[in-house]
């Protein structure tokens, strides 16, 4: 079974940094692509960031570019996003899925999320 668990949300301040972990298990997870996708109150699912397969390759929505960064660790099968600069509009509940781009908000496999609440 395919389980995809988040943790490290909370309320951060405007111009701080929070640092999100995705744990998985149930697949196998270095030949996948991966993403982090974000559903801020009364807005739909919004893609984040991607992070390839392989070579890692990143990608990025505008307007978290240099702001977010992704990574993966093949050997704990595990995810993350260290965001930083934070601002109000990125407060969401954000999840991890398996899948690419802005596609990946259709993906069937995603975790259960963890809230981000930038507030000052």
């Known amino acids: 079974e395919v389980q995809l668990v988040e943790s490290g949300g909370g309320l951060g301040q405007p111009g701080g940094s929070l640092t999100l972990s995705c744990v998985a298990s149930?697949?196998?997870?270095?030949?996948?692509?991966l993403s982090w996708v974000r559903q801020a109150p009364g807005k739909g699912l919004e893609w984040v960031s991607s992070?390839?397969?392989?070579?890692?390759?990143?990608y990025y929505v505008d307007f978290v570019k240099g702001r977010f960064t992704i990574s993966r660790d093949n050997a704990k099968n595990t995810l993350y996003l260290q965001m930083n600069s934070l601002k109000t509009e990125d407060t969401a509940v954000y999840y991890c899925?398996?899948?690419?781009?802005?596609?990946?908000?259709?993906?069937?496999?995603r975790g259960q999320g963890t809230q981000v609440t930038v507030s000052s």
């Open positions: 149930g697949f196998l997870f270095r030949v996948n692509n």
């Open positions: 992070i390839a397969a392989g070579r890692g390759r990143t």
């Open positions: 899925a398996i899948g690419n781009g802005e596609s990946s908000v259709w993906s069937n496999y």
